[in-house]
């Protein structure tokens, strides 16, 4: 369970080259971001770098609505698995169009 950030800290992945590098070289195993969590975006984060799952507790605990806290993060490790699954586009350096030029009526 690599650390996202000092535990208590809600400072999000502070490290973002290294827990890449261990989903990378670890895959014989669930890999768990423990700690550092300290809102939604952060668990959708990790959950579309691979990781298998984010343990959580400052984050819900220490929220102003704690209930509705647990389902952004709920709604956030659901949509960062399913887009991780899904595969992210190509990165480019330069714009392309994607809208096709066939069947446009001018």
Request: glycine share 10%; hydrophobic share 50%; charged share 15%.
């Amino acid at each position: 369970m690599p650390l996202g950030a000092p535990i208590g800290s809600g400072l999000g992945l502070q490290n973002v080259a290294n827990l890449r590098i261990l989903r990378e070289m670890i895959t014989e195993v669930p890999l768990i971001v423990d700690a550092g969590v300290g809102t939604a975006s952060d668990a959708a984060i990790a959950l579309e770098m691979g990781f298998d799952a984010v343990l959580m507790n400052t984050a819900i605990a220490q929220a102003n609505d704690p209930i509705l806290m647990a389902e952004a993060m709920q709604h956030a490790v659901l949509a960062g698995r399913q887009a991780y699954l899904a595969g992210r586009m190509p990165r480019k350096l330069y714009a392309t169009a994607s809208s096709p030029l066939e069947g446009i009526s001018r």
